[in-house]
């Protein structure tokens, strides 16, 4: 094991050296990767393959405003900070009155001072600030002009029209939801109010390894493959290949992505 002062140095990628048995570790500088695979999990999380397309898909850069409901255990939302940088802004939300002191608790961690931490149900409440939110704990902030919005909730068409009051014209939306009728409630909803390009994904991703593998030789008279002994006589004929190959068994849905952009705001 790893004394705590010892493996949290700011000196990455040197390695240190732990107190049985001398094991050598290598200390890595977190990014969003480790932290998913690291996180506890309160809640289920967006992994790699997801996230990315959500990142891409939003448009997220350098400077975004972005809104997001369903804060969690903070695995998109580490994401979204890297990405937008110290001079864009992340406003999250969760229902969970535990979750959010601990997500606050993990922001402080990350001295990240460019996120907003709400507790409220968004679905009815929408998103601005509310005069109750001091009396809930919240932060007081002003009102939201945002570039994108993240919404992870079992309903989620019951909070798009409070999504359209924080967006702004031209603004991108992402709906995560596991059930294809949760979809299609969600994209006939989005079809009434304004908005436009509604498409749904499905991330299924699979490794594949690089594999090496001998071809076994025949002898052409008698049409039988050879035995060790002629084989290694026979060394210069000997022929190998590289091949791809993945796992027999892969875990594949996780959840369906449905994007759409605001063409029209009210």
Not at 52 to 59: A, C, D, E, W
Request: aromatic share 10%.
């Amino acid at each position: 094991f790893f004394f705590n002062d010892t493996a949290t140095t700011e000196i990455y990628t040197e390695q240190i050296v732990g107190s049985v048995r001398c094991v050598q570790e290598t200390v890595l500088k977190p990014n969003p990767m480790l932290i998913t695979n690291s996180v506890p999990h309160r809640t289920q999380i967006l992994y790699s393959t997801d996230i990315s397309t959500v990142i891409l898909r939003l448009g997220v850069l350098p400077g975004s405003t972005v809104v997001e409901s369903g804060t969690g255990s903070c695995s998109l939302s580490t994401s979204f900070l890297m990405s937008i940088g110290p001079q864009g802004h992340l406003y999250t939300y969760e229902f969970n009155q535990d979750r959010v002191v601990k997500a606050r608790e993990y922001f402080e961690s990350l001295k990240a001072s460019n996120v907003t931490c709400i507790w409220r149900d968004v679905c009815s409440d929408g998103f601005q600030s509310l005069t109750t939110d001091k009396e809930r704990g919240n932060p007081e902030y002003q009102a939201i002009e945002s570039d994108c919005v993240f919404l992870d909730l079992p309903k989620p068409w019951e909070a798009l029209e409070h999504a359209v009051a924080v967006l702004k014209e031209n603004g991108r939306i992402c709906c995560f939801s596991p059930c294809i009728e949760q979809v299609q409630k969600t994209c006939e909803k989005m079809s009434k109010i304004g908005f436009g390009e509604i498409r749904t994904f499905e991330g299924l991703s699979r490794i594949f390894d690089r594999k090496k593998k001998f071809l076994k030789e025949i002898d052409r008279e008698t049409n039988q493959v050879l035995g060790k002994r002629k084989h290694e006589e026979n060394q210069g004929a000997k022929q190998e290949f590289y091949y791809t190959s993945g796992p027999f068994e892969n875990k594949t849905h996780t959840s369906y992505l449905t994007f759409a952009t605001l063409f029209k705001k009210a």
